[in-house]
């Protein structure tokens, strides 16, 4: 967690003026209640103290409570409602936690919990509280002690300000809280490029498009197309090649973006026990090997740094909620998930050294290149060794590295993205043609 920013940001809001309009029918506060902020022991709380996030919505579509948690683990940032999946412990925990962490209190405007309705302040998680219920935030430590627990209600008409009340207390203030910086979609707490890869780092992609045989395992190859592009060169070939055809580079254009702009709708853990419950199967290589394939096909793509992740596609996902066991429900009974149609995802990393920009070029002395080569000798002599082959195995090393650390963050979960991704992502082979000009 970026304590700078948090600092900074907390700083700025407990120095900063809040406004209210005073009420001649309301009460006022006592002083020792307006020196207070708003946390737990009305006291300020130090901003790295906070190592645990819950916010619970209401979902007007439902009229259900709707929760949403962070939680910093051994120095990790980890979402439990989503399989703890890693979470951005920058911005985000900063900007949350800075919108309800020591904000000064206001003043009193009621104590009637008959009232909570009227300011929207009821408790979400209580039963029946339904279009009074405000967003409720809880801050803890890292033991689970409570440093702020308080529900934010409407905004205060003609002001910047909104009506908050702690959880357990029936009072009613006004405080400058920020409810509009206390996000809870999944996508907003994630790392934004999946593949971390830049469009300039794109050397090579590959659209593989097959059918499984789920009973035999057998893989029945339907088409597949390859454009590459080198180091420093402006084209993209395409293969295969046919005659008045060229490369369609808004198609290409469209992928490579997509690529580099991949972003999660959900994560599910990568289980074998699931995979072919998502639409991927395990089946027979030519060589009698064994190779996991999609149900909708797949896609390579290979960095300049020689990183090649395998996408493979699977079926339609459902929904968190519907999509908690090994053994998922029936697609075409959640209706809502299906018009959506968002797609399993796994990916695989392998590392492969001919397109690693990153290896220096063999460099031998000038008697290595000069001597002659020996014809027909029965003896021939070893090949020279390059004197800079410290420095290739190094960067080769390194390589393998990044490889195995993107593999294994890759193989903890199965993805989920959206129709538009996948679309975008495995195009009809007859998307990246057009007439020659």
């Known amino acids: 967690m970026n304590k700078t920013a948090i600092g900074a940001l907390v700083l700025a809001t407990v120095t900063s003026l809040w406004t209210w309009m005073p009420e001649a029918e309301r009460e006022a506060a006592p002083k020792v209640e307006r020196e207070q902020v708003l946390t737990a022991s009305g006291s300020v709380v130090a901003p790295e103290k906070v190592a645990g996030i819950r916010v619970v919505s209401m979902d007007t579509a439902t009229n259900e409570a709707v929760p949403f948690e962070v939680k910093r683990v051994e120095g990790r940032w980890l979402i439990p409602s989503h399989f703890d999946y890693p979470a951005d412990g920058g911005t985000q925990v ?65 002001t910047k300000v909104y009506f908050v009340r702690r959880a357990n207390e029936p009072q009613v203030y006004t405080a400058s809280v920020k409810p509009k910086n206390i996000k809870t979609n999944f996508e907003d707490w994630v790392e934004v490029s999946l593949l971390k890869v830049a469009t300039n780092e794109i050397r090579e992609a590959t659209v593989k498009n097959y059918s499984v045989n789920e009973e035999s395992g057998s893989v029945t190859k339907r088409s597949m197309v390859v454009f590459s592009k080198k180091k420093d060169e402006g084209a993209w070939t395409l293969l295969p090649t046919f005659p008045g055809k060229g490369v369609n580079i808004e198609t290409v254009d469209t992928f490579i973006k997509e690529a580099a702009q991949l972003t999660l709708v959900g994560v599910r853990p990568f289980d074998s026990d699931w995979l072919q419950e998502r639409g991927f199967y395990l089946g027979s290589t030519p060589t009698r090997g064994r190779q996991l394939y999609g149900n909708e096909g797949e896609v390579q793509i290979v960095s300049k740094y020689g990183l090649v992740y395998r996408l493979y596609f699977g079926e339609i996902a459902l929904g968190d909620d519907g999509d908690k066991k090994v053994k998922r429900p029936d697609v075409n009974s959640i209706t809502s998930n299906s018009a959506n149609h968002n797609r399993y995802m796994a990916i695989f990393v392998q590392y492969d050294p001919e397109f690693d920009e990153d290896i220096p070029a063999p460099e031998f002395s000038e008697e290595d290149v000069a001597a002659p080569k020996e014809k027909d000798s029965e003896d021939p002599k070893p090949p020279k060794v390059p004197k800079n082959q410290a420095e290739i195995a190094s960067a080769l090393k390194a390589g393998q590295a990044r490889a195995e ?26 998307a990246f043609y057009k007439s020659a000009e």
């Open 405 to 430: 650390k993107a593999q294994a963050r890759f193989q903890e979960f199965f993805y989920v993205v959206s129709n538009a991704s996948f679309e975008k992502l495995r195009p009809a082979r007859e």
């Open 94 to 158: 900063g900007e949350t936690a800075g919108a309800v962490l020591n904000i000064p209190m206001g003043p009193l405007v009621t104590s009637k919990k008959a009232e909570h309705s009227e300011y929207g302040v009821e408790d979400p998680v209580a039963q029946g509280s339904g279009d009074g219920a405000g967003k409720r935030v809880t801050l803890t430590d890292e033991g689970g002690a409570v440093l702020v627990d308080v529900i934010i209600g409407k905004q205060k008409s003609q």
